[in-house]
């Protein structure tokens, strides 16, 4: 089993519509963070969290530490935020290394 | 732009060859991670340096090695090339945000094809 499980795999979604991806984790950690890759390949860092939620512009990343689950949220969704959107966390007294999910590949029609 | 640059973009090499990926962390950062990206494993940590010193060390096979050099860019040789060793290679550099936590910063990553 993953220590970092995403859900789902694969999402398409109609411009407009609010997208949730899920990330379980069975691990004790320090950070989590939400990624963003692009068919270009690049990696975008959106969020890093220890607790609650925070947002940024129509993204939206929470985490449940008791219950060792995060969410990110887009709202509003935009064709441009069609991406391989992945989490990944840090475990505690780790030197900062990440452990990553598989990624959840969102596609986004207008 | 994060910031961190690698060279080259791309490289296509054969089986048996060694190679040099290079890595230019963020201005001021002291931290290098390497992440190999493959179809069938996803994203995997390879080794981290901090400041010249090797810190942590992941997945990494014997035949690969790195190193971090006084003015902290970093280099990761593979060498004895296999074809599964084609993946995109990652680098990032890290510097400590608000709360005590790291902020990790990617670069574009490099590209390898073994033929």
């Known amino acids: 089993k993953n220590e970092v499980e995403q859900s789902p795999q694969n999402l398409t979604a109609q411009e407009g519509e609010f997208i949730t991806i899920n990330c379980s984790y069975s691990?004790?950690?320090?950070?989590l963070h939400w990624l963003q890759q692009h068919p270009g390949g690049g990696i975008v860092s959106l969020f890093m969290l220890s607790s609650g939620k925070k947002k940024h512009g129509r993204l939206i990343a929470t985490i449940n530490i008791q219950e060792k689950h995060s969410s990110l949220h887009i709202t509003a969704s935009h064709p441009r935020d069609s991406a391989v959107y992945i989490c990944?966390?840090?475990?505690?007294?780790?030197?900062?290394?990440?452990?990553f999910g598989k990624g959840t590949k969102l596609s986004v029609k207008p | 732009d994060s910031g961190v640059t690698q060279t080259p973009k791309h490289l296509i090499t054969a089986t048996g060859q060694r190679v040099t990926l290079r890595c230019s962390p963020r201005s001021g950062d002291l931290s290098v991670y390497w992440y190999q990206q493959s179809l069938d494993q996803g994203l995997q940590f390879l080794i981290q340096?901090?400041?010249?010193?090797?810190?942590a060390k992941g997945n990494i096979l014997e035949r690969f090695s790195a190193q971090q050099f006084p003015d902290l860019h970093s280099e990761l040789n593979l060498s004895s090339l296999e074809l599964g060793d084609s993946a995109l290679y990652f680098c990032?550099?890290?510097?400590?945000?608000?709360?005590?936590?790291?902020?990790?910063?990617f670069g574009p990553g490099t590209r390898l094809t073994v033929t």
């Open positions: 990032a550099s890290s510097r400590l945000a608000g709360g005590g936590l790291y902020e990790q910063y």
């Open positions: 990944a966390v840090r475990l505690k007294g780790s030197q900062g290394n990440l452990i």
């Open positions: 691990v004790g950690i320090s950070a």
């Open positions: 340096y901090y400041n010249g010193e090797e810190r």
